[in-house]
DNA sequence: CGTTTATGCTCGCCGCACGAGTTTATTACG
DNA sequence: CGTAATAAACTCGTGCGGCGAGCATAAACG
């Protein structure tokens, strides 16, 4: 029989040994600059427990409380923050043009380190120089750093990248990107972690379910509810661009047929307005939504897709009953370019009940910096859990 | 200031207290009959663990140990149970033609004790009946009922009826289902309870994501991760039938166009027929199954039904990434009807990379039963709570 | 410069689970 | 039939995290 203490659901594994810690250093993490004696009071910790925690998170490094700006009377408190020598993580962005590394601290605030522009879109070539510069970042910083998170603008599952239409890979394996096996490697699709950070951080805090869509090549979002994305089995959910709401004539490239897809972004305006495929639908796009003014073909074009896009979406209300919409990518330059068409869209394909207060929808507020965020956070919910303490703590303990 | 102790988040709310205790419990509702021995063994608990947590539960009356059949050497163990004097919930399922109403205790099994078919199908005249009956349960068993769940045919919005098309009913009010103002009342979606109810003890037991899909009238389901149903920001989500997969020329009795349920159902079965729309699409969608073998008329328009189902469904799947799909109601009659164009569109419409491995498409396992388990489920789910438990104590230590 | 106020610190206590040792109930075997 | 083997339950001392109460301290107010 496997060892007891293996068992996920392990009275002994969920112990209770870091549950005031780690509901401080959450704390810490969801409010940059929060005070101590706020934290204790959220908490509802006593001023006892609140010395007790923090003391014990200043000896493991994983917390440093520096003087608050005093505001009032009474013994001034100390605002919490990341320890100068606490654990790090490394998120990574890989996008269609360029990739980005950058290296946050407990407070999830992502510091881009690394940056550049793909040289050549062959894979191998891409993961070797995103490889060196996280190689690098991680031989600066050591045993700090925790683990190593990437969003990729592919369709992930079970950890690996399966297809990156924008990027033209295939299959292709990350794992070289660690420099360090020991090192928790995290994948995730761009787009889903941008859901992540503005759900947590951005336009949609607070939310109970925020769903984010995006809109690049294709289709990408997330529905995130308590602050993690409802990403499936293998984490391949959120592919929301390849549910047929289009044109069951059209093939897309995915092999399903019919794909919201193929109705909403270049492709789709491209062919409305007559125009043969466009090579980059992106910039494609972009350019499109610049010449609504003046081009009336143009602009019915662009009136389609944002009406395809509003009932789409209207759909995806009715079924995941989100409280509020977050938009990405081009997702919020199309609504803007024909409103009306859009909101129309939107409200007729609502269920009748929902009509009366439709959820917000509104612009993602992280912009380019969401999918790095979330990356970040990916990686740090693997830091900041019973495991990952208590592995930081053998490292601390062990160094002295 | 709010009193911290009400926050949500506090650690003193979820303080250690029940841990032991709550998972105790969850294995003996997770597998009604499992030893004391094996428990210990599962959560990796000391033997002086189990010992004292046990004790503890039966002193509350919320586990009783029964002699287990002996099956080797060494010192015989217990079997749990749930206690006879212990906790019980109520457990309601309004259907279209009639309603049930059970009593579960801890291990979750809903035994039926009133049922009756509706005599009209007036919602106050349907809430007075299924009031009484709960009313009498509850008297019967006094302090011990500790919540009341309600599974019900109609879309739910917050703890209420929105509306509900199989009855005839607009927004209707549940409350006056409650004897005692204090019991908890649960209202939730059937189709969503009895997904619930599949993901934790059906078909899908042991599901990362299950994703159930019934056909009654128009579709239902849910998503359920980890145990839980992903039903959005007021409850209200896993409305797929309302996703716009279907014919827009086809305005939908919800308000919207194209929904996938007009396409799927007895409607559209009558549609493609010939037949005009039926009054009953439930027992219309019965019959013209039945009639399959013999008209090819009926054979044609069930396969257009299936094809349109199996359509949808590989959408969903594309954006859920369930690894499993149950089928409830007449899903998997429909599917079972016509189940190469089915297959077929299932297939067609799948994104290429899932092809390979798409998940198990099986008929539910719970059947009729499904809704009724899934809310004693949702009831327990409150009962079993580190607050539900420090109620119960309180009760039982005031009673002695 | 004392008072007020908010916060931090110290220390004894409690409850839960752990671990090691002991006891008990049953089966297997000579 | 009695003894060994085995599996599980019971007992009790220990450790740890957080609680409470009381005390100490650093600012602002008047």
Not at 102 to 108: H, K, Q, R, S, T
Not at 252 to 270: E, F, H, L, Y
Not at 332 to 353: H, N, Q, S, V
């Amino acid at each position: 029989m496997a060892s007891p203490a293996n068992r996920s659901g392990s009275v002994r594994a969920r112990n209770a040994r870091w549950r005031g810690a780690l509901a401080v250093l959450e704390e810490m993490r969801r409010e940059p600059g929060v005070t101590r004696a706020a934290v204790a009071r959220r908490l509802g910790l006593t001023t006892g427990s609140a010395t007790e925690i923090t003391a014990r998170l200043r000896d493991l490094a994983l917390l440093a409380e520096t003087q608050a700006a005093t505001l009032g009377r009474g013994r001034p408190t100390t605002v919490l923050g990341p320890h100068p020598e606490g654990p790090l993580v490394i998120a990574v962005d890989i996008r269609q043009e360029d990739w980005r590394c950058a290296v946050a601290a407990l407070d999830g605030a992502p510091d881009v380190v690394e940056a550049e522009a793909h040289a050549d879109r062959d894979p191998a070539a891409v993961i070797a120089a995103i490889g060196r510069a996280v190689r690098r970042v991680h031989d600066r910083h050591g045993h700090r750093v925790r683990a190593v998170s990437v969003a990729v603008a592919a369709t992930v599952r079970s950890g690996g990248v399966v297809q990156a239409a924008s990027l033209g890979w295939d299959a292709v394996d990350l794992r070289a990107l660690t420099a360090d096996p020991r090192t928790p490697l995290l994948i995730g699709n761009d787009a889903t972690l941008a859901g992540v950070a503005e759900a947590r951080l951005g336009a949609a805090a607070g939310a109970v379910a925020a769903l984010h869509i995006t809109i690049e090549v294709g289709i990408g979002g997330t529905l995130v509810v308590g602050g993690r994305p409802v990403d499936g089995a293998t984490g391949a959910g959120g592919e929301f661009g390849h549910l047929p709401f289009g044109d069951p004539a059209l093939r897309c490239p995915c092999g399903a047929r019919g794909c919201w897809d193929m109705t909403v972004d270049g492709r789709a305006i491209a062919r409305h307005v007559g125009d043969p495929p466009p090579r980059d639908p992106r910039t494609y796009a972009l350019e499109a939504l610049r010449r609504v003014r003046g081009e009336p073909a143009v602009r019915a074009a662009v009136g389609r897709a944002a009406e395809a896009f509003g009932g789409g979406l209207a759909g995806l209300i009715n079924a995941l009953d989100p409280d509020i919409v977050t938009l990405g990518g081009l997702a919020e330059p199309l609504r803007a370019a024909a409103e009306p068409r859009f909101t129309a869209a939107l409200t007729d394909g609502l269920m009748r009940f929902r009509r009366a207060d439709p959820p917000p929808v509104v612009a993602a507020a992280l912009g380019e910096a969401g999918a790095l965020h979330g990356a970040a956070a990916a990686a740090l919910d693997h830091v900041l859990t019973e495991d990952g303490l208590n592995a930081w703590a053998a490292f601390v303990g062990a160094g002295r």
